[in-house]
Every structure is written in structure tokens, then in C-alpha cells.
């Protein structure tokens, strides 16, 4: 039976029924919708859904009323159309007690490196431009000399990333020559960076020295030939080697390295600037430190510890940073504007080493209080158990957040946070409860440990936005 009455001979033909595009197109709904989105993208969306209700009738659908009659095809346009434009790319709350999270898109940037990036970003700027000359300036410049005051480099160079860094430096150093390493510190970081590969595409032939846990100076000694370009310590940043373990120290490693005619190059990995141990973190070297201990190149992250852009920094002799800067592919890993004008901005903010932590984000959320933290959750408590009454239980937990991106691996920072622990539902159902809050305008990540959905309140530093959305988690009716 169908609700519909065709004219006889569509009878059994119920594709016929679905409207033509043109129809659609000159329908009022179709009009208003070619006029928000264009001709083009609306008319391929009414083909889509035109063939999504060709297939339902031919399924079986009862009635083209609902399926396929205009007003219905031009509301399923309109859903289409909506989350296509709907940008890919999107905020989220990190939630997840990793507060430098390269899934979620490491620092957080200060609203002055914001502010450099937007006043730069719709017209024309200095990028390579000499004002005081007229004339072709190198965009390195920028930010040059703020990286040599903060690093006491005499030259620096930035490129993409800091995998880009060690590839470029490497592949200038070293190309058809060899480098020893240690085999303790053969890091693979984040599953594609992997330092015999990025070794092995730069040109130059790695050479593993002394063993995975112990690795003494004679080993380097005993590693050079004629054929040797460099020598390499490389940040074990995302594990530690304990026990019985031995590591040549950057200062032994380049006065070898010396002895011998040839350049020490460091890949420190997350590069911070300043001892954050003045600041009740864990210490890490900095960049400074390990350029005095004799360094001759270093490279690291902008956006790990340091809290920039994502980037990478070239920072020592000024001499190989020239070499560097006319290595050919230095044009294809260089940086754009708006990263200079972010990173720019974020190193100014160095110069005054007092009110950095509370100026940049990733070290004011790397120092939080955790007694501030707890004092959020408990605020965040009873609004929460409300939007989730009937299907999980809510309560303030102590936990720990981790600083991430491979910077002091084994560093714990107490904090605090939410247990959401689901009333009903099984084993899989603090899986799906996060999967619910994932789907929220403002996606909120947490992490799923011991049958609960854990946020780690370290990262959120404006509640408003999460507390407004909780009415859309939908009723334990609606839940699935
Ligand atoms: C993180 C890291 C890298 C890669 O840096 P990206 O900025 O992610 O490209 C390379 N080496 C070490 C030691 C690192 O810790």
C-alpha cells in the first residue's frame, strides 16, 4: 500500500517519484539555500539526497511523504550542506591531563602571539623585507636575535617543525658521511619520527655506538674515520634509561668531537629556555646550558616546552647556521608568516623570565596549584552530577597530568579532576559516555581509566564554555 497515489504505470516504478533537481533548485526551500551556499554545492547536495531517497524507496520505503517529497529532500540538503561548511578543523577542551597533546595540537598560544599572527595575516607585511634598507631582507630575521639573547646562540634559523630541524641540519652537516650516535638514543618520537630514518633520508649514514643502556666516551673515540661529519647526542625525550647506564655528557661529546675537527650537534627535543626548576617543575637542560657546554648546533620544538607555534629551531656557530640557511632545502621546510609572527611574539614574552609562567599558557598550565585545580572540580561537581543524573556518577578525584610531547616522560604533575563513572550500561559504557561528550559542539576529551571517563581539570582555565553545552548530553532516556 502506498500512502502516495502514482499515475498508473509508476505503479511499481517509485523512482519516478523522487523530485527533479530542477524542481528542488526552484523550490522557495532550494532558492534560500543556493543563496547561502552557491548553485554549485546545493545542486550536488540535492543529487546526493535525491539519490539517498531513490535508494529508500527502492528499499521498500512505504511512502515517498516524508522520503521524498520536496520539503523533505531540501531539510536533508540542508543538513548536508551545513556540516560540510562546518570548518574540519575546531577547538576542543583537553581534558585529558597531557597538557602538551600532539594529537590535540600541543601549545596553547598567548593572546599576544594571537594578536601578531591576525595583525599580519590579511595583508601584506615585512616577511622578507628590509624598512630601514628598501630592499630583500631574510625572514629569519624576525626572530633571530630574540633566539640568540634567550639561547646565547650566535645565529639561528627556524623551520617547520623540529623533525624538519634535524633532517636539514643533518642533511647539511653530514650528506654521504657518517654520524655516530648512541644506541641509547635511537628515539622514535610519536611513531614517524624515527632518528635512523630521518638519518637515512637526510643523506648521511648513521653509526651506532656503544650499547643501549651504557655508552662511554671511548666509544665515540673509537667511531671516527676520515668519513665521519658529526657527532650526535640525541634528548631521549619520550623514555628514561635507569639501571646500570652510562651516557657521554654534551661537554665530553663535543670537546671529542673537537679533538677531532668535527661539529657536536644536539637534537634536545623539547628545547626550553629557561630552568623550570625556578618555577617547581622538574628540570630539564636548557637550550642556553647545552650550547655552552660546547654544542655546536641544537636544535628543538617550538611548540613543546618552549609554548610557541609549531616549529622548529636551528640555534648555534653562526657559520653552520649559514650553511644551513643555503642548504637548498631550507626553502622547503622554511615558515610562514604567521608562525614567525607567533613565535616572535611568544619569545618576547621570555625577556622577562618573572612573569612568563603566567604569561604563557603552556607554563602557567604546566605550574597550575593543585589545590586551584581541585577547587575547580569541586565547582564543576554538582552541575555535572545534575547533567548526567540517573546515568553516571560524579566525583572529585586526585590524579596526575603529564606534560606530553615527549618532554620528562617520567615527570608526574599532581592535579585534579572528575570521575564520570556510568550507573548502567556495562563494560563499554565509559567508552560511550565519552564518545557523547566528543560529539559536543566544543568536543571535551577526557581519558577512560579503570571503568570511569576521567577529566583532568589541569587545562581548563575558563569553565564557561564546558558548563554551557552540558545540557546538550542529551536525557538518560536519550542515552545510548
Ligand atoms: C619531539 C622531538 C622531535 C620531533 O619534533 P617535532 O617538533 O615534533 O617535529 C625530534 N627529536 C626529539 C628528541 C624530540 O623530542
Not at 601584506?124 to 628598501?134: H, K
Not at 655528557?249 to 630552568?275: K, M, N, Q
Not at 585545580?373 to 590524579?399: D, Y
Amino acid at each position: 500500500m502506498r500512502a502516495v497515489s502514482a499515475p498508473p504505470g509508476e505503479q511499481r516504478e517509485p523512482l519516478a517519484r523522487v523530485p527533479s533537481i530542477d524542481d528542488l533548485l526552484r523550490s522557495p526551500g532550494g532558492l534560500a539555500l543556493v543563496d547561502a551556499y552557491g548553485r554549485t554545492l546545493v545542486t550536488d547536495a540535492f543529487r546526493a539526497v535525491a539519490a539517498d531517497a531513490r535508494a529508500k524507496l527502492a528499499g521498500g520505503a512505504a511512502s515517498a511523504a516524508g522520503v521524498a517529497d520536496v520539503a523533505a529532500l531540501v531539510e536533508a540538503a540542508a543538513h548536508r550542506l551545513a556540516a560540510m561548511m562546518t570548518p574540519s578543523l575546531i577547538p576542543v577542551l583537553n581534558l585529558t591531563g597531557t597538557v602538551l597533546h600532539t594529537n590535540l595540537g600541543r601549545a596553547p598560544l598567548p593572546p599576544e602571539a594571537i594578536a601578531a599572527m591576525s595583525a599580519v595575516a590579511a595583508g601584506a607585511s615585512n616577511l622578507e623585507f628590509d624598512l630601514a634598507r628598501g630592499r630583500r631582507g631574510e625572514r629569519d630575521a624576525l626572530v633571530e636575535d630574540w633566539i640568540c639573547r634567550l639561547t646565547g646562540a650566535e645565529a639561528a634559523t627556524v623551520v617547520n617543525n623540529n623533525a624538519a630541524a634535524v633532517l636539514l641540519v643533518l642533511n647539511t652537516l653530514a650528506r654521504r658521511r657518517e654520524v655516530p650516535v648512541s644506541r641509547g638514543e635511537l628515539v622514535e618520537i610519536g611513531g614517524s619520527f624515527r632518528i635512523p630514518e630521518v638519518m637515512s633520508r637526510a643523506g648521511a649514514r648513521l653509526v651506532e655506538v656503544g650499547t643501549t643502556n651504557r655508552t662511554h666516551a671511548r666509544d665515540f673515540v673509537e667511531a671516527i674515520t676520515p668519513r665521519t661529519a658529526a657527532l650526535m647526542k640525541v634528548h631521549t625525550s619520550n623514555y628514561v634509561v635507569s639501571g646500570f647506564t652510562a651516557a657521554v655528557p654534551e661537554r665530553e661529546l663535543a670537546r671529542i668531537a673537537h679533538d677531532a675537527g668535527l661539529p657536536c650537534v644536539v637534537d634536545l627535543g623539547s628545547g626550553t629556555l629557561l630552568d623550570l626548576a625556578r618555577y617547581g617543575l622538574p628540570r630539564e637542560q636548557t637550550v642556553a646550558e647545552t650550547l655552552a657546554a660546547g654544542a655546536d648546533l641544537v636544535t628543538f620544538s617550538g611548540d613543546k616546552l618552549l609554548g610557541g607555534p609549531q616549529c622548529g629551531i636551528v640555534a648555534g656557530r653562526a657559520e653552520m647556521v649559514a650553511r644551513v640557511r643555503r642548504n637548498p632545502m631550507k626553502r622547503a621546510l622554511r615558515v610562514d608568516k604567521l608562525t614567525l609572527a607567533a613565535l616572535g611574539a611568544v619569545l618576547r614574552l621570555y625577556a622577562d623570565p618573572a612573569r612568563v609562567c603566567e604569561r604563557l599558557p603552556t607554563l602557567r598550565l604546566l605550574t597550575r596549584p593543585q589545590g586551584d585545580i581541585r577547587a575547580l572540580a569541586e565547582q564543576l561537581r554538582p552541575a555535572l552530577a545534575a547533567a548526567l543524573e540517573g546515568r553516571a556518577s560524579v566525583s572529585v578525584i586526585e590524579c596526575s597530568s603529564q606534560i606530553g610531547s615527549g618532554a620528562l616522560p617520567v615527570e608526574q604533575l599532581p592535579s585534579a579532576g572528575l570521575a564520570l563513572r556510568p550507573l548502567t550500561g556495562g563494560g563499554r559504557a565509559p567508552e560511550r559516555l565519552a564518545a557523547r561528550f566528543r560529539e559536543l559542539p566544543l568536543p571535551v576529551v577526557g581519558r577512560v581509566s579503570d571503568g570511569a571517563l576521567v577529566f583532568d581539570l589541569r587545562c581548563l582555565e575558563d569553565a564557561q564554555p564546558f558548563l554551557a553545552q552540558l545540557a546538550q548530553l542529551g536525557t538518560a532516556e536519550s542515552s545510548p
